[in-house]
């Protein structure tokens, strides 16, 4: 039996999953809210293996170093994370990495995931990590699409199109949920769209 792997990742309306430098949203573009933050830590606390690219692993280590124990950046499922071990998907990253359980494994993204589907004997779950996670739909190995969407349109200043540039999937939606009052929480099961004859 394979691991379910779960692509996780946080977007505004209008599709983009963060904000260019001019922007002046703030972490969770301001909206986040105590329902937001005890679920996501809630879907932190089973036994799962992470899985990021090396892009969003270097930001959420610059990110995490450069933060204080009061700033949102720590928020408890954030540290909870830190915690899991963690793939790290790189054919450049070496360690020692300032993370406490993380492993860069090198080699063609969709090789190795699948490999981790088969071996792990628990789940997988990545945040963020946009191509990888585009490539790793493509090829069929993301069981769950989990897209949690923030009240805001960010047409002038949102960047990191999230889904920009993927192939054509079908979704079945799995489950919903609305957190903070307006917060949406989707989660699809994505098929690869096949044209018809």
């Known amino acids: 039996m394979t691991a379910d792997y779960t692509f996780d990742v946080f977007s505004s309306l209008d599709g ?28 932190f606390e089973t036994e799962q293996r992470i899985v990021l690219g090396a892009t969003t692993f270097a930001e959420f280590v610059q990110m995490l170093a450069g933060s204080t124990a009061e700033s949102e950046v720590r928020d408890p499922w954030v540290a909870r994370m830190r915690e899991l071990p963690t793939t790290v998907l790189s054919s450049t990253l070496a360690g020692p990495l300032d993370w406490p ?34 490539a790793l739909m493509a090829a069929g190995l993301v069981d769950r699409l989990q897209v949690t969407i923030f009240p805001v349109v960010t047409g002038r200043t949102g960047t990191n199109p999230v889904l920009g540039g993927a192939a054509d999937f ?21 098929t690869l769209h096949r044209t018809r004859p």
Do not use: C, M
């Not at 573009?29 to 809630?42: I, M, T, V």
């Not at 993380?102 to 088969?118: C, F, M, N, P």
């Not at 799995?174 to 009052?181: E, F, P």
């Open 16 to 43: 983009f999953g963060s904000y260019g430098g001019d922007g002046d949203w703030g972490g969770y573009w301001g909206k986040q809210g105590p329902e937001l933050l005890d679920h996501r830590l809630a879907s």
């Open 101 to 134: 359980d993380a492993t860069v494994v090198s080699g063609d993204a969709v090789e190795v995931v699948a490999r981790l589907k088969e071996e792990s004997g628990v789940p997988l779950r990545s945040h963020g990590s946009l191509s990888l996670n585009r």
């Open 170 to 190: 079908d979704l079945e939606l799995l489950d919903h949920r609305t957190l903070d009052g307006d917060i949406q929480e989707l989660v699809y099961r994505p």
